[in-house]
């Protein structure tokens, strides 16, 4: 029993000075229900709408306030025009937008049906049937706060319309996000055992004494990888158009591009992976650590970012998949161009380049 006990302390003391063991005892589970407490929530609140006011009297601002003071909504954009609406969708900085008509008020005062038109933005139509529902909700909150009496019909008729998705179809949703999934976890789980794998049969170092500079052995392992991954990205956008009947609305040749550009930033971050771990084994754990579950719940794939704490939607920024997938909603279902997604896109260079950066200075001090 002594040497028992004696077995017991030594292997605690053995996993309390592993610092990767007490990670995943620990780190792990913390961060586990963090994300699940504070991300996993069908709640909207702070959601981007956009007004336009062509009455412009005080019923028409009264309700306006009445909808910001919900919480639900945050007012990005008062718009002049119509045309001002698909822009503001297409830019992606609003979820909702409300159009009051001209002689709102006059219709309202003399009983008459007074219109109000609430166009949604479905490309996330779970988000924005809410949105529709709680807008709905409080303008007859306010007419039965003006008109305590009032039967219906109710003198406001609230009319909504769903944008670029009438049908609500789940596959305008998924396909771009499960795309991106797919495209960075496999991208840079096959690459972030490249190096490792080499470390570990020892081969690195002959490749590193070989007439190849260290970046042309970077992009050597990573082009394979490159062409593969991109034939991949072809046939899940293949299968999301003719099979799942996702609408192509934007430029073929600018989706492709984009999506180059994704796999080429996974490959970096499995490279970067790669580059600073040991083992195989610590580098595909790291890759599906690093990438699944902030993908999941901090790219806006299935919960809405605008319903996050501040401090999650501070690490949303940091997300790969985030881009990407507004990227690709924004050809494929709203047609927008570089106009509306050169900052997105930029972004993903921009990561890119630092990872790949980081991970030719990773190999250079191991080697040194």
């Not at 336009?52 to 309700?63: E, F, G, M, V, Y």
């Not at 109710?154 to 596959?171: C, Q, W, Y």
């Not at 579950?293 to 985030?322: C, H, R, Y």
């Amino acid at each position: 029993m002594n040497r028992f006990i004696a077995f017991v302390k030594k292997e605690f003391f053995h996993i309390l000075r592993d610092r990767r063991t007490l990670l995943i005892l620990f780190g792990l589970p913390l961060v586990q229900v963090l994300l699940f407490g504070f991300a996993l929530t069908n709640e909207i609140k702070n959601a981007g709408i956009a007004v336009l006011d062509n009455d412009k009297s005080p019923h028409t601002q009264q309700i306006t306030n009445k909808l910001l003071a919900s919480g639900y909504f945050q007012l990005r954009e008062n718009l002049r025009s119509n045309s001002d609406i698909e822009r503001a969708f297409r830019k992606g900085t609003i979820k909702l937008a409300v159009v009051f008509p001209a002689g709102f008020t006059e219709n309202y005062e003399h009983g008459r049906s007074a219109q109000i038109q609430l166009l949604a933005d479905a490309t996330e139509q779970n988000t924005a049937i809410s949105l529709t529902n709680y807008a709905t909700a409080i303008i007859r909150d306010y007419t039965a706060e003006r008109n305590p009496d009032a039967r219906p019909p109710l003198t406001i008729d609230v009319r909504s319309r769903m944008v670029f998705n009438p049908e609500l179809k789940g596959a305008f949703v998924f396909v771009p996000g499960v795309m991106a999934m797919v495209l960075l976890l496999v991208s840079a789980l096959m690459t972030s055992v490249t190096i490792a794998r080499e470390r570990e049969t020892g081969t690195l170092e002959v490749l590193m004494v070989s007439p190849l500079s260290q970046g042309q052995i970077l992009l050597g392992k990573v082009v394979p990888y490159l062409l593969l991954s991109f034939l991949n990205g072809c046939i899940i956008i293949a299968l999301g158009v003719f099979v799942l009947k996702v609408p192509l609305n934007g430029s073929l040749l600018l989706l492709l591009a984009e999506t180059l550009l994704f796999i080429f930033l996974a490959l970096s971050i499995g490279i970067f992976i790669s580059s600073i771990v040991d083992t195989q084994l610590v580098a595909m754990f790291a890759s599906l650590m690093a990438m699944l579950l902030p993908t999941i719940f901090l790219s806006g794939f299935i919960f809405p970012i605008e319903s996050m704490p501040k401090p999650l939607q501070i690490v949303s920024n940091l997300i790969p998949a985030k881009y990407f997938i507004n990227i690709v909603k924004g050809i494929m279902i709203k047609g927008a161009g570089l106009r509306y997604l050169w900052q997105p896109t930029l972004v993903l260079i921009g990561m890119s380049i630092l990872f790949m950066g980081l991970s030719l200075r990773n190999l250079k001090t191991r080697l040194s």
